[in-house]
């Protein structure tokens, strides 16, 4: 069967997104961008392309799944995963997490490395690319265990020239890869229906495609190469580093003017100024729960990967820089941890409401928080 696939408009070529991919990133061909990206809906789910340079023997249809940090995503990755019937092997670096996905199920591997030996795909979600290099090549790592014609597939938000040459060291050992960022928050990893951004060999998509179609409600692929999936999500993180700084600097302006939080909700909420952003982060701060499904450190990393990207060009980024220095303060003060809403607290002269304040946000069907640490929480709404 081969999936349905969603022709993406030429508009692509005449957007600002475009625009900036094609000039700070020349590396993304535009024909890449605009041709044959597969949308695949969670009702229309489907086997895994056919024909795609791999034998029939040498393509499993169900192929062996690992997962590798289980995280806020990671571990709603994993249960995704283990709920479209795969048997589903974890490590993390927290042992009591693996264990307790293994009581739902799942098999908990005391390695990277043991468990790289067990699958045919290896999903990573963890941090960064720090986390990865030791996922892969610290001590009893990944990449001596993954067997030739395995796949890894790098979920990490991360720097592309150096996703683009992991896949090179990959494939020395004769393993695949791909370039696999994924958007969507800790609510869609569970429901298996993240956004990925992916880019790599057909050979790799052949072995992987089952794997990613349970993670995922849409699996874009943006190119042969490494690399082009994380292009694509930096810019997706300069939107929502700044979607995020915008909506806490636009709250505590309607704080300090004395206006009641749950009011300035329910009005931003349903006017212009509104964004998926601001309606998702700013319920965290009406219900005074900083848990972090997704930390100011990861926007201290990320917006700094899009800065990073847009630096040698010497091509500015004003609205990231500022945002970036917002999240950096955030964390300096001790809240790097916290849930990156959180960034509002460097706001002076703002009450912010209580934790035990029970608000729901005014007639929209909105979400609540999942309590306790993220890592174990089971997420109850998009972060
Ligand atoms: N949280 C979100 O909403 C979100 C959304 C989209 C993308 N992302 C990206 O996904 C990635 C994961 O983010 P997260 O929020 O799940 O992070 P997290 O900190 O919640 O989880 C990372 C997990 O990796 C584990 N880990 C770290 N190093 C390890 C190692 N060497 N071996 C085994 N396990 C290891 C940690 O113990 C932890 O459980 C990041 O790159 C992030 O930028 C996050
Ligand atoms: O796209 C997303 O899911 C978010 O931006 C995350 O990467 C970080 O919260």
Request: glycine share 10%; charged share 20%.
């Amino acid at each position: 069967m081969s999936r349905a696939t969603r022709p993406v408009e030429c508009d692509w070529h005449h957007s600002s997104l475009c625009a900036i991919l094609r000039s700070s990133y020349d590396a993304i061909p535009a024909r890449n961008l605009c041709r044959d990206v597969p949308r695949t809906a969670r009702s229309g789910r489907r086997t895994a392309r056919r024909g795609l340079g791999m034998n029939d023997q040498a393509r499993p249809e169900r192929p062996r799944v690992g997962v590798v940090g289980l995280g806020a995503m990671g571990l709603g990755m994993a249960r995704s995963l283990r709920a479209a019937g795969f048997d589903v092997g974890v490590h993390d670096l927290r042992p009591e997490v693996a264990a307790a996905f293994a009581d739902e199920g799942g098999t908990a591997y005391a390695s990277a490395g043991e468990l790289a030996a067990a699958v045919d795909v290896l999903v990573g979600v963890v941090v960064n690319a720090a986390q990865v290099e030791s996922v892969l090549f610290g001590a009893d790592g990944a990449a001596e265990r993954l067997r030739p014609g395995s796949v890894y597939v790098m979920c990490s938000t991360a720097d592309p020239d150096w996703s683009a040459a992991l896949e090179k060291r990959l494939a020395e050992r004769g393993v695949r890869y791909l370039d696999a960022p994924i958007s969507g928050g800790a609510a869609r990893a569970a429901s298996g229906e993240l956004t990925m951004m992916t880019s790599g060999a057909a050979a790799a998509y052949a072995v992987a495609d089952p794997v990613l179609d349970a993670m995922s409600a849409t699996v874009y692929r943006l190119g042969d190469e490494a690399g082009i999936g994380s292009k694509v999500k930096i810019v997706n993180q300069l939107l929502a580093g700044v979607h995020i700084a915008a909506a806490a600097e636009a709250m505590a302006l309607g704080l300090k003017a004395g206006v009641p939080a749950d009011a300035l909700y329910e009005v931003i909420t349903h006017s212009a100024g509104n964004s998926w952003m601001f309606e998702n982060r700013m319920a965290h701060v009406l219900a005074g729960d900083y848990t972090p499904l997704s930390a100011v450190d990861i926007f201290v990393k990320d917006l700094g990967l899009v800065l990073d990207a847009a630096r040698p060009e010497k091509f500015p980024l004003p609205l990231a820089a500022t945002a970036h220095q917002m999240f950096l303060q955030a964390s300096a003060s001790g809240l790097g941890g916290e849930d990156d809403s959180a960034v509002i607290k460097i706001f002076p002269g703002i009450e912010l409401p209580e934790p035990s304040r029970s608000t729901e946000p005014v007639e929209l069907s909105g979400p609540s928080r999942a309590s306790g640490p993220s890592q174990s929480a089971e997420p109850t709404e998009e972060s």
